[in-house]
């Protein structure tokens, strides 16, 4: 079955240390995206990629790294600048093209907590 | 500026009473618009995908329409698990020609037995 996993699913850390939660997809989508969800607020972009080896920040970026060494892959790393990183990652992927855009498809999430 | 507004925030309907949610958009050349369905705790669920005014897309008891300025999913006689948040999506072109995906905050439904 094609799709989008994430792990882990839940992930403890202390303060100070930096995490990577991964992502991994099988549709063959050359876009691929991460977004940090917070209760009462919607999805907010914190990096996206196009293409392998390229990627651009979204609106959130400071206190997050990722990289794009394989289309299959999109790791988003949380390091220890961000100072709230307690909150539900989601991944996505998506077609990229000039036409029609293709919908994005989420992976499960990944619940971050930093205490 | 592309944005995306939804109402209500939250819905509580009785089992069977119809009702519908709204998506209100401003785009400069609308490239698609996303609906999603969210349960708690997990990842959005893609429903469908509306490329231009008066399309329509159905699925079991929902049903998408969009004119030039919103759309609305319907909900026909809902059952409890249609209870989730229902999000809707635009594409906002980069000054690079890429993309990405403005979403609104969704509307939390409950559907009551």
């Known amino acids: 079955d094609g799709g989008i996993t994430q792990s882990p699913k839940y992930l403890f850390r202390k303060e100070g240390q930096n995490v990577t939660l991964s992502c991994e997809q099988n549709?063959?989508?050359?876009?691929m995206y991460w977004y940090r969800q917070d209760p009462g607020q919607g999805l907010r972009l914190i990096y996206y990629s196009q293409i392998v080896n390229d990627f651009q920040k979204g609106d959130i970026a400071e206190g997050y790294s990722v990289s794009r060494e394989k289309k299959e892959s999109f790791p988003l790393t949380v390091t220890s600048a961000q100072k709230n990183p307690t909150a539900f990652y989601l991944c996505?992927?998506?077609?990229?093209?000039?036409?029609?855009?293709?919908?994005?498809?989420f992976g499960p999430g990944t619940r971050l907590t930093v205490t | 500026e592309d944005q995306v507004t939804q109402s209500p925030e939250a819905l509580r309907l009785q089992e069977g009473e119809s009702s519908s949610l709204n998506c209100s958009y401003t785009v400069s050349g609308l490239r698609g618009l996303f609906w999603y369905r969210q349960d708690p705790g997990k990842g959005p669920e893609f429903l469908f995908t509306l490329y231009s005014a008066g399309e329509e897309k159905e699925k079991e008891r929902l049903k998408a329409t969009i004119t030039k300025k919103e759309s609305f999913l319907h909900i026909t006689a809902p059952k409890p698990e249609d209870s989730a948040t229902y999000l809707c999506?635009?594409?906002?072109?980069?000054?690079?020609?890429?993309?990405?995906?403005?979403f609104g905050t969704g509307t939390r439904l409950k559907v009551l037995a």
């Open positions: 999506a635009i594409p906002r072109r980069l000054t690079s020609g890429t993309y990405k995906y403005i």
């Open positions: 549709l063959n989508h050359d876009a």
């Open positions: 996505a992927s998506s077609r990229a093209g000039r036409g029609r855009l293709g919908e994005q498809y």
